[in-house]
């Protein structure tokens, strides 16, 4: 069983730069997808980034491309998340997951998720 947690939110104001780190524990650690969701209150789940943990592909949520990095740090158990140029609307909680099979953006596909921390985003 994998375990995640995430790290790195706080409390910024808009146009502020913030990382996100994602580090995975367990027995074994070979996903074959990661990716960062967000969740604001009354609104569902999205996933803002999601990558191929062997090819290292990439893809984005739109109103984040260009703003926002995903990443595998140099420990093979370490996922990051650069978010540059934050607005308020990226207020959310931040969660890290893992797949087994495949990688992309559909949440339902992935196995393990971390407790989420909170980005706050003022204007």
């Known amino acids: 069983q994998v375990q995640l947690e995430e790290s790195g939110g706080a409390v910024v104001q808009a146009g502020d730069s913030l990382r996100l780190s994602c580090t995975a524990s367990?027995?074994?650690?070979?996903?074959?997808?990661m990716g960062w969701f967000r969740q604001a209150p009354g609104k569902e789940r999205e996933c803002v980034a999601a990558?191929?943990?062997?090819?290292?592909?990439?893809q984005y949520l739109d109103s984040v491309k260009g703003r926002f990095t995903i990443s595998k740090g140099n420990a093979k158990n370490t996922l990051y998340l650069q978010m540059n140029s934050l607005k308020p609307e990226d207020t959310a909680v931040y969660y890290c997951?893992?797949?087994?099979?495949?990688?992309?953006?559909?949440?339902?596909?992935?196995?393990?998720w971390g407790q989420g921390t909170q980005v706050t985003v003022s204007s």
């Open positions: 997951a893992a797949r087994k099979t495949g990688w992309g953006r559909i949440a339902t596909n992935y196995d393990s």
């Open positions: 367990g027995r074994t650690f070979s996903p074959s997808g």
């Open positions: 990558i191929n943990w062997s090819f290292g592909s990439t």
